[in-house]
């Protein structure tokens, strides 16, 4: 009786949700730039909702024993790259195995497990010592500074919790940017639903899987999207050339951490040249301020050139951070290098980006997986208004028709890279480009929202009925039965029974 009366309740909040955003709901009539005297329940209501997913995203990614790092050893190489700086060093502090160091070639999977070598897994190994193949960034930022101060090694999932946290931030200034500097006339309700649904497809995989290789693409995207904010503000916010100037140095250095947290999202600075193009065109004027637009490329240059020293140090090649050295299922050290066609390109990339898995599971949640672009109906909104010429009509007004250009050559390339230099795509994978497209969702919105108030009404609700959607979605793909997630494969037996009643299709499965 219990589960008919909640599962009741939690349909009405979704009826009740879907109403609210319906055209002719007075809940759109508040609007993100309007009545003043709103502004601090306006305020007050973004703090809490940000609030909420951090600690949502906290707790879900605590609960799973072999994510967190409790069940696993190979997941805490963060922790052990802080301890061995500490120590003067750049390998792990991992003990080598004298039938690994014997073998002809360790990379070789199969090799290794039909002679029983005894190996720590997905660590980089090269004459005798064992590296961490992942970049060296969140530890000089994050677990070096706490182990430092507290005298305790950071689990490595907390420092995912941290950088998931900046990212759920990020995108809610981002979009509050894009709204501020291009006039948007977006609703309360929709900026809210948007912002919350961006976050947590940005975030899902984290949440299923937060230990070390979650670690190190949020801590990407959580830099790459705090560049980008920096950037936005340099160059379209009124302020002193000396304030643009340090806004941009700092978007700098966030842009060249994220070469050092994951490279390939580190292509994402793309972006920041029809900006700097921008800036210069705005703000330029003499020799003085070039000068001091010089100084904005320090960090690319002290960053870059402290990354290759790091990777010469370790493997004798300024360009090699250790993954074909990796001890894995896939033998990596051709990975990447075979030649690359046309075809292929285009191929890695439709997949990449709009796979599609037919038919349904026979089993609850009943959904499948598909390509990034696919998997969430507001990001094949945000696709489709590409083909609407009013968009990039609205766009070129704007003088940002490069920005738009520059947001999907950099999802085109991260897409690429990630099919040529990997055995197979995960869904994780798809996180170094998801940040990217939400943001295309929102600069999209924010265009549309400068038509007639009618039609802005219905924007609105379609973006708002999107949103429900894609958090459905993200739900359902968080209860998907797989070695990889907290519910589908820890409490699945015990949880999802119970959600099968609660929302009352047990009937339909029993």
């Known amino acids: 009786m219990k589960y008919t009366f909640f599962g009741i309740i939690i349909y009405l909040f979704l009826i009740l949700g879907i109403l609210c955003i319906l055209p002719c709901s007075p809940v759109l009539k508040l609007r993100m730039n309007g009545d003043g005297k709103y502004r601090k329940i306006r305020l007050s209501g973004i703090i809490i909702t940000i609030c909420l997913l951090i600690v949502i995203e906290s707790y ?112 809610f200034v981002i979009f509050h940017l894009l709204i501020k500097i291009f006039k948007g006339n977006i609703s309360y309700i ?162 990449f980006l709009f796979e599609r898995q037919k038919g349904i599971t026979q089993y609850f949640p009943f959904v499948k997986l598909q390509g990034a672009i696919l998997n969430f109906p507001i990001l094949i909104m945000g696709f489709v208004t590409l083909f609407f010429p009013r968009n990039w009509k609205r766009l070129g007004q704007e003088k940002i028709v490069s920005v738009k250009i520059g947001l999907w050559i950099s999802v085109i390339v991260i897409a690429l890279l990630d099919t040529i230099m990997s055995p197979a795509i995960l869904e994780r994978y798809h996180m170094d480009i998801y940040w990217l497209l939400c943001i295309d969702c929102m600069l999209s919105a924010v265009v549309l929202s400068r038509l007639n108030d009618i039609h802005v009404k219905i924007i609105d609700s379609i973006i708002s009925l999107l949103c429900i959607f894609s958090l459905i979605f993200v739900f359902l793909y968080y209860l998907i039965p797989n070695a990889d997630n907290a519910f589908g494969g820890v409490f699945y037996d015990t949880v999802v029974v119970k959600l099968y009643r609660l929302l009352g299709i047990n009937g339909l499965l029993f």
């Open 190 to 351: 929709t900026y809210l639903l948007l912002g919350v649904t961006s976050s947590l497809i940005c975030i899902w995989g984290c949440m299923n899987a937060p230990a070390l290789y979650c670690t190190a693409i949020s801590s990407a995207v959580c830099f790459a999207i705090w560049s980008l904010i920096c950037y936005l503000c340099a160059v379209f916010l009124d302020m002193k050339y000396s304030g643009r100037i340090a806004f941009a140095i700092f978007g700098a250095l966030f842009g060249a951490f994220v070469f050092g947290c994951r490279p390939t999202i580190g292509i994402a600075n793309i972006i920041a040249i029809p900006l700097c193009y921008i800036f210069i065109k705005r703000n330029v004027k003499c020799k003085k301020d070039v000068a001091g637009l010089l100084c904005v490329f320090l960090p690319y240059i002290i960053v870059g050139a402290g990354l290759m020293l790091y990777n010469y140090v370790r493997f004798g090649d300024v360009f090699e951070f250790g993954q074909r050295y990796q001890l894995t299922v896939t033998n990596q050290q051709s990975l990447g290098r075979d030649t690359l066609s046309i075809q292929r390109a285009v191929t890695s990339v439709k997949n």
């Open 60 to 171: 879900f990614m605590s609960i799973n024993p072999w994510w967190n790092g409790e069940q696993s050893e190979h997941q805490h190489q963060y922790e052990l790259m802080a301890e061995s700086i500490l120590a003067g060093d750049l390998f792990l502090p991992c003990e080598v195995s004298p039938e690994l160091k014997a073998m002809d070639d360790p990379y070789d999977y199969n090799s290794r497990e039909q002679m029983g070598v005894e190996y720590h897994w997905d660590h980089a190994y090269k004459d005798g010592h064992y590296y961490m193949y992942f970049g060296v960034v969140p530890v000089l930022v994050l677990y070096l500074p706490y182990r430092i101060i507290t005298g305790e090694p950071l689990n490595c999932y907390h420092g995912t919790q941290v950088f998931c946290a900046g990212i759920i931030i990020g995108l």
